[in-house]
């Protein structure tokens, strides 16, 4: 089991940048693929991004491909969530969470039974 903790969300214009973290408690952190999903405001929450446990394999959503950058560094059990050039329409709360399949490149939500509590993230125009 692993427990999961995001922070760096808040407010930012319309063009800025914020990194988002996540810590894991537990062991074997690189046993996990780690995801970034998001939820509007009324909206489902959507896939953004993944990575392998060992942070050789990425993949993104179309729509943060080529701005937004997830990473993981397992010597301090943290996965992050670069965001450049934010638009208005990445406001949402932005969740972590951990697949126990650590190859896997899983962009469902239901592939991930352990998630934090969420992050909220506010851009501007």
């Known amino acids: 089991q692993v427990q999961l903790v995001e922070s760096g969300g808040g407010l930012v214009q319309a063009g800025g940048s914020l990194r988002l973290s996540c810590a894991a408690s537990?062991?074997?952190?690189?046993?996990?693929?780690m995801g970034w999903f998001r939820q509007a405001l009324g909206k489902e929450r959507e896939f953004v991004a993944t990575?392998?446990?060992?942070?050789?394999?990425?993949y993104y959503a179309r729509s943060v491909k080529g701005r937004f950058t997830i990473s993981r560094d397992n010597a301090k059990n943290t996965v992050y969530l670069q965001m450049n050039s934010l638009k208005p329409e990445d406001t949402a709360v932005y969740y972590c969470a951990a697949s126990p399949d650590r190859s896997s490149i899983a962009t469902l939500k239901e592939r991930y039974p352990y998630w934090g509590q969420g992050t909220q993230v506010t851009v501007s125009s």
């Open positions: 537990g062991r074997a952190f690189s046993n996990y693929a």
């Open positions: 990575i392998t446990g060992s942070g050789i394999s990425t």
